[in-house]
Every structure is written in structure tokens, then in C-alpha cells.
């Protein structure tokens, strides 16, 4: 049948697309009126038998069903009744109907329309025997699509909808969707009533899928069709670009890898596996490109779950979001997606794998030759005399331990390495040392021809972090080392900053006397107006009052300290225990007649953690100082020793001036340095332009 006769079939038509089984659908109104389909019709494409015999049989094969259109002979008016397509394995095909109950012996045979996604293929026909639940056309020689879509539209499935306007609300389900909007079909929820919607002001729309948020967006009505109590929206997203995070004016390099990641991920709405190639990618997101009318993704939705594979089978798994979709050109869109979260195991390998794209000698989190790197902490001095005289004695168990550390690579440790051929020249590592704060230490590095591996290993941990604490798994709002004044390398790196933000509240530096304690006056007892208790919630809103006061700094928001943070998730000591590790810190007041003189803070962990053991020892923070004889504190500290294994315990004084009035003969000092991770941009611009570090690929 030519492009005339089919035009002939529909003539006189008004456009009414309504009719019992007109359910989950609908069409455009234009493709029904006359003037409008014989236009479309003259410029539509050809559809081949042949292709639409394949078309039906895999309807047929994913269980879909296809429309018909029948027309009143009496009132002229249409309806649209959805049918179940047979194999079709010659010219003829057979249908059944969904709804059987439609007395289709009142209407007249218009045609066959199947939505493809992208168009519409109208399949006229003559030769068609009705009935009651089925009925037989003759298929023709030529059919037509007509009507293509910007985009291909995909039906949903399982995903709810939920749509507030100033107050009004209604919830439903997805229908169907494209890059450039979704249909949703949605019943006024409450006494909210659809008298109260606006189609004409913008609503805020919320999709989930199995209690998780798959997009949230304000959105633009388009088309809005009445269903009785139900109500289809056509919708479209206002935003043309999302700001997940905060701009940052440094930002981990894009690297385009060769040969290219795959993505693959269940799409959300579809509920069908997809693949993407990436064209660029970085440790905060990566970016795909799309052919421009077959897009599957839209800005805003969320991928709960997306593995990126690499060559040789290596793959990490995040979830993560479509940021911006920008037309590259008339054919192409490239989507940028940013990394929501990612298991930290997962973001050490894609690090490492984005490192050494950028130098083959670096190493993020990696296995490590323990005969090496032991001489590597000797010859570089990091073991010096009196550090080792502190480790001596359990070097077996400091061997445990960093065995585990460096050859399981525990989600509490991370260790950054700079080597060739094996040989270690750069090292830094951090622990995850409190519940919210990760520790910098071991920071070492020897001479290696015209390179500066300390630079390096420093510049590929801030590499590292600049993206891993925007991520909820990494559990990090704060950083922290310990360094001694007169080491001039981490007090420019460290201090140099602090000092040039001059905000405690950003990056804060404490002093304190150090004082290995070897447990002389075990012994001796408090004396009866003396007490040694655990700290009681008062006592911690008096010791974040005495140090507001004299520093106003991190420290102890850092170590879970301050007396206003909510208790949620795994404590640290149970994430210690569930790797196979020790960790535990409790708090002691000591007091005079209830009057709070000082706070003791017991950390304990496995030996060697910390080289100089400062997860294992003893903090004093001296409240009460003129009120604080030193023997009086001194037993305090005893009793609180037993706790230890040690010879030497490690206890860190605070303020020094208490320190100093009292002659306390202390042995060193310590600063104690913690950044807020949301001054971590800050801190990247000062290194920047201090030691001329860049962070760029090359």
C-alpha cells in the first residue's frame, strides 16, 4: 500500500485518542490529525516487510505488545486497543488482545502502531478478519515511520515517582523517559487535590528504586494529560549542569587511557545491563560519549552500582551520577558522570592504576618487599637511635604488624611509594587514626639522581586525597601529623600552611612536650582529696572549653572528643576488630574534690602502627594548672600505664607552658597539626605556589 492509501485510510479524522485499553500510553496528539500525518507520512522513511516481520518477532520475543487503532464508523471517534503479536513467519500475522472484553465488532481496522522508541511505524492494512480474542491482518509491502523523536524514549519498569509543588503532592511511577525528560503517571497523594497543580510552575520530582534515590531535580512540565484520578506528565529537568561538589580550583589530571575502561552498570530505570567506553577519567569521575539519538543517560540520574573495567581484568566498582550531558556535535553528546562513593580498596586500585599512567615508578597502596622497606626506614634515618630504642624490644610484633599492613592493605592503612627495580626512594603512609580523621606519617625519602621523591610520594598523597574525602566510605573530615619543630621539611609543608591560613578552624597547630614515661611510681596512690574516673559528658563540654579557649583548634573534634558529635556507625574500635587489629581510646578525669584539674586520653594499638608509638601512649591536657602538682599528675599517668606492654609509654603534654612551670623534665616537643578537609583546595594551592608542585598530567 502506497503513502496515498494510507493516507486515505485515516481521512476525516479529528485526532481523539482515547478508549478503554488506552492504558501506560500515549501517542502524540498530531499523529491522528489529517493535515499533520500527511505531511509526516510524505517525508517519513519506508519500513520493508522484511524488517517489520523482524520487529514483531521480537516483540513477541521479549513478551511486548504493539497498538491498534479503531475507528467508529457512527461518531468518528478512535480508540487504541494494545494486542499481543504471534510469531509472524510469512506475509500474515495474528494477534491476540489484551483486553478481550472490547466489543471490537463496533469500529472499523485503521491500523497497527508500533512505538519503537525513537518513531512510530504505522502498518496499514486491507485485509484484516477480526475476532472476539484475536484478530489476522495481511501484512503490506511498505510501511512507515513516522514521527522520530531527538532521542529514542525507552519504557521503565519498577521505579516510583513522587512529584511536590509548593505543598501539593502526588506519587506514582516512571512510565517511560529519554536524555531530555520522563513521563510519569502519578494520583494526587493525600488531601492534596490536582486542582492545586500549576502546570506552568516548576516542581520538584524525586525517583527511587528500591529505597534509593535515582534522580531528584527540578523539572519542567510539558505535556500534561488528564486520566481521571491519574494524571501523565511529561516532564523535563531545568538544570542544565549540576554542581555536586564544590569548585575546586585544583583538580586530580584526566587521563584518556589506552587501551579505553569499559563501564558497565544495570541501568536504574531500564533494569537492563549497559556498556559505555570512557573517554576521560580522574579519581573524582570519568566521561562517556553518546550517539545523539540513542542517549540512555539523563543528567541528575544516579547509578547506585557501576564497575569500570580496565585491561587485564582489573575492575573497581563505585556508584556515581550523570553531572552534565554537552553536545559534542550534531551526532555525538559526551556525559560527564562524578564518583558518588567507592569503597576505599576499590579507590587505592584506581589510583594506582591513574598514578602510574602518569609515572610507572609510583605505587599507591601496593605490596611492598619488607626486607626493603625496613632498610629503606634505616638508611634514611627515619629509625634513628633513641626512635628504635623505643621499638627495640617488640621488634617481632612491630614485624607482625607491618606485614599485615603492607601485604593485606587493610581499608585502615594506606601506604604511598615511590621505586624502581624494587628499590624503595620515596615512602609516606596514614592511618585512619580516629573515627572521622586519618594520620600522615612515615614520610621518608632518599636521594634518586635529578628526582625528589619526598615531593613525590607527598605530591601522590594529596593526589590521593583530594578526591577520597569527598567519598562517605572513607569516613574523613580531617587530617592530622605529628611533626617536631626544628624538622624543617614537614614544618614548612605542615606548619607553613597553617601558619599562612591563620584559621585554627581550618588547619590548626598544637605544642606538646614529649615525655617517654617508664612507670618509677607504680606503686603510689592518689592522695584522698584525689580522683582518677572516666570522663562524664560534663567533663568533656569543660575540656573542649579549656581548649577552645587556648587554641581553638581541631585536635579534639579530630579525635571524637568534642562534646556535641552525634555517635553513629561502627566505632573505630570495632573496625580495628573487624580487620584483625587492636585499637582503643578512653578518656580519664583527674579531679580535686570533683574540681577538674586534668583530662588523660589513653590511645592503645597494636605496636608499631606509629613508629614513634603515638597511637599508643598517653595525652594530658593539663585544665587546672596552678592547681596540678606534678606528683599528683605523675601517679595519675602510672596508674594508667598498666594498661601497656611497653616499657617506654609515649605521653604528649598540653599546653607546654603547664610543661615548663612545672620543670617537668620533658625530652622534646611535638606540634600536633590537623586540616579540615574542606580547606584541602587551600592547602593544594599553598604547596602549589610555595614548592612549585603541579598537579597536572604530563
Keep these: 500500500m502506497d503513502r496515498k492509501r494510507a493516507v486515505e485510510i485515516i481521512k476525516d479524522e479529528k485526532g481523539s485518542t482515547r478508549g478503554p485499553s488506552d492504558k501506560g500510553y500515549g501517542l502524540p496528539p498530531w499523529l491522528f490529525q489529517h493535515n499533520d500525518l500527511?505531511?509526516?507520512l510524505e517525508q517519513a522513511d519506508p519500513v520493508s516487510q522484511h524488517t517489520l516481520t523482524n520487529t514483531l518477532n521480537y516483540i513477541h520475543f521479549v513478551e511486548g505488545y504493539l497498538l491498534v487503532r479503531l475507528k467508529h464508523p457512527r461518531y468518528d471517534e478512535?480508540?487504541?486497543?494494545?494486542?499481543?503479536?504471534?510469531?509472524?513467519?510469512?506475509?500474515?500475522?495474528?494477534?491476540?488482545?489484551?483486553?478481550?472484553?472490547?466489543?471490537?465488532?463496533?469500529y472499523r481496522f485503521q491500523h497497527i502502531v508500533i512505538d519503537d522508541g525513537q518513531s512510530m511505524i504505522l502498518v496499514p492494512s486491507e485485509e484484516v478478519k477480526l475476532g472476539d480474542g484475536s484478530f489476522r491482518v495481511v501484512l503490506p509491502e511498505k510501511s512507515f515511520a513516522v514521527g522520530k523523536r531527538q532521542a529514542r524514549r525507552y519504557p521503565?519498569?519498577?521505579?516510583?515517582?513522587?512529584l511536590d509543588q509548593?505543598?501539593?503532592?502526588?506519587?506514582?511511577?516512571?512510565?517511560?523517559?529519554?536524555p531530555f525528560g520522563f513521563c510519569i503517571r502519578v494520583k494526587a497523594s493525600g488531601p492534596s487535590s490536582f486542582h492545586w497543580f500549576n502546570p506552568e510552575e516548576l516542581s520538584v520530582v524525586y525517583l527511587t528504586g528500591e529505597h534509593q534515590i535515582l534522580f531528584s531535580g527540578s523539572c519542567r512540565c510539558i505535556r500534561y494529560r488528564d486520566m481521571g484520578e491519574e494524571k501523565e506528565l511529561v516532564l523535563s529537568p531545568t538544570d542544565q549542569q549540576m554542581h555536586r561538589f564544590g569548585r575546586k580550583q585544583i583538580r586530580n589530571p584526566r587521563q584518556r587511557l589506552?587501551?579505553?575502561?569499559?563501564?558497565?552498570?544495570?541501568?536504574?530505570?531500564?533494569?537492563?545491563q549497559i556498556q559505555l567506553e570512557v573517554v576521560d577519567i580522574c579519581t573524582s569521575g570519568f566521561s562517556v560519549e553518546e550517539k545523539m539519538d540513542e542517549g540512555i543517560l539523563m543528567q541528575g540520574m544516579i547509578i547506585p552500582e557501576l564497575k569500570i573495567k580496565f585491561a587485564g581484568a582489573t575492575s573497581v566498582t563505585c556508584s556515581a551520577q550523570v553531572i552534565y550531558r554537552r553536545e559534542e556535535n550534531e551526532n555525538s553528546v559526551k556525559c560527564g558522570l562524578g564518583i558518588l562513593d567507592m569503597d576505599i580498596a576499590d579507590y587505592?586500585?584506581?589510583?594506582?592504576?591513574?598514578?602510574?599512567?602518569?609515572?610507572?615508578?609510583?605505587?599507591?597502596?601496593?605490596?611492598?618487599?619488607?626486607?626493603?622497606?625496613w632498610e629503606f626506614f634505616f638508611d634514611t634515618g627515619f629509625i634513628y637511635p633513641t626512635k628504635y630504642r623505643l621499638i627495640q624490644s617488640h621488634k617481632e610484633a612491630f614485624k607482625k604488624t607491618y606485614e599485615k599492613l603492607y601485604q593485606d592493605n587493610p581499608e585502615i592503612a594506606k601506604h604511598?611509594?615511590?621505586?624502581?627495580?624494587?628499590r624503595i626512594y620515596g615512602h609516606i603512609a596514614m592511618v585512619r587514626a580516629y573515627k572521622r580523621a586519618w594520620m600522615i606519617h612515615h614520610h621518608a625519602a632518599r636521594a634518586m639522581e635529578s628526582k625528589r621523591a619526598g615531593f613525590i610520594v607527598l605530591k601522590q598523597i594529596m593526589h590521593y586525597l583530594n578526591d577520597m574525602h569527598r567519598l562517605p566510605s572513607a569516613k574523613m573530615d580531617y587530617v592530622m601529623s605529628y611533626f617536631r619543630p626544628e624538622n624543617k621539611f614537614p614544618d614548612r609543608v605542615f606548619g607553613g600552611f597553617?601558619?599562612?591560613?591563620?584559621?585554627?578552624?581550618?588547619?590548626?597547630l598544637d605544642l606538646f612536650a614529649y615525655l617517654p614515661y617508664t612507670g618509677l611510681s607504680l606503686g603510689t596512690q592518689l592522695p584522698e582529696s584525689w580522683t582518677l574516673r572516666k570522663s562524664t559528658r560534663p567533663d568533656l563540654w569543660e575540656l573542649n572549653t579549656f581548649y577552645n579557649h587556648h587554641s581553638g583548634g581541631l585536635l579534639l573534634k579530630a579525635m571524637g572528643l568534642s562534646h556535641d558529635q552525634a555517635e553513629d556507625g561502627e566505632t573505630i574500635e570495632e573496625v580495628y576488630e573487624r580487620l584483625g587489629f587492636f585499637r582503643k581510646q578512653e578518656v580519664y578525669s583527674l579531679c580535686r574534690e570533683n574540681e577538674l584539674t586534668a583530662v588523660l586520653i589513653v590511645n592503645r594499638s597494636d605496636l608499631g602502627f606509629n613508629l614513634s608509638e603515638l597511637l599508643n601512649g598517653i595525652k594530658v591536657l593539663a585544665i587546672s594548672q596552678e592547681s596540678l602538682p606534678w606528683n599528683i599528675l605523675s601517679t595519675a599517668i602510672a596508674r594508667l600505664t598498666r594498661a601497656y606492654d611497653m616499657e617506654r609509654i609515649p605521653v604528649l603534654f598540653y599546653p607546654l607552658q603547664y610543661v615548663k612551670a612545672e620543670k617537668i623534665p620533658y625530652e622534646k616537643s611535638y606540634f600536633s597539626w590537623v586540616l579540615n578537609v574542606r580547606y584541602g583546595d587551600q592547602y593544594m594551592k599553598y604547596m602549589q605556589k610555595r614548592f612549585r608542585i603541579t598537579y597536572k598530567a604530563t
Design 416 to 422: 604511598f611509594t615511590y621505586q624502581r627495580n624494587g
Design 166 to 178: 509548593s505543598g501539593f503532592l502526588a506519587r506514582g511511577r516512571l512510565l517511560n523517559y529519554n
Design 38 to 40: 500527511t505531511h509526516a
Design 348 to 373: 587505592s586500585r584506581l589510583t594506582h592504576i591513574l598514578s602510574t599512567a602518569l609515572d610507572p615508578n609510583a605505587y599507591v597502596c601496593c605490596e611492598v618487599d619488607m626486607g626493603e622497606l
Design 78 to 106: 478512535s480508540i487504541l486497543l494494545r494486542a499481543y503479536p504471534e510469531p509472524c513467519l510469512g506475509k500474515e500475522l495474528t494477534c491476540s488482545w489484551v483486553d478481550p472484553t472490547v466489543d471490537v465488532y463496533k
Design 498 to 508: 597553617a601558619r599562612s591560613l591563620n584559621n585554627p578552624g581550618g588547619c590548626s
Design 156 to 162: 521503565c519498569r519498577e521505579v516510583s515517582a513522587e
Design 258 to 272: 589506552v587501551p579505553s575502561p569499559n563501564l558497565v552498570f544495570m541501568h536504574p530505570f531500564l533494569k537492563k
